[in-house]
Every structure is written in structure tokens, then in C-alpha cells.
């Protein structure tokens, strides 16, 4: 199977994709909150298989299952690495 990827870059000028979700998906939903000037993020990501969103446990698509475990490892050293008080810059930069 071939999977494309689309990018969202989020933002002011976030227009969102007119693309439809298909039987075969990983789809992220990425919210960044805006209040009293501090910038929150929340993402979650969802594996859909045969037009149906699956639970971990029952997916099949072997891409689909790295890219969730990659991506909960990447969380898990942010988590070690970010600490109150820090800003973007140190994050980042």
C-alpha cells in the first residue's frame, strides 16, 4: 500500500484541507489554543483501516503502527526534556 503524506502548517494563516478522509488514513488533529497571549498545544492521532478508525491493538498496517510508535517516543523525550519555565527558543533552538 502507499501512503501519502499531507503537511499542515498551522498558524495565522491556517487554511484547512479539502481533502476527504479515505479507507486507509493517519490522520492527526493538531489544536494550538490561543489564550491571554500563551500558545497550548494538543495533538492526537487516529489509524483508520477499511474506512473504520481502529484501536491500536487491532491495526494492521504495519507503517501505521511505526509511525504511532515513533511518534509516542518522540512525545515520551519531550516529556524528559521540557521543563516549566522554559520558552520556545530553548525548546527549539
Known amino acids: ?33 490561543l489564550k491571554d497571549g500563551v500558545w497550548g498545544d494538543c495533538s492526537r492521532s487516529f489509524v483508520v483501516e477499511d474506512g473504520i478508525v481502529k484501536a491500536e491493538t487491532d491495526i494492521k498496517n504495519f507503517e501505521f503502527l511505526e509511525g504511532l510508535r515513533i511518534e509516542r517516543e518522540l512525545h515520551n523525550h519531550f516529556i524528559e526534556f521540557v521543563k516549566p519555565g522554559m520558552s520556545f527558543e530553548d525548546v527549539f533552538i
Open 1 to 33: 500500500m502507499e501512503v501519502e503524506v499531507v503537511f499542515q502548517f498551522l498558524g495565522k494563516n491556517y487554511v484547512p484541507s479539502d481533502e476527504k478522509v479515505g479507507k486507509e488514513n493517519l490522520i492527526t488533529i493538531d489544536l494550538s489554543p
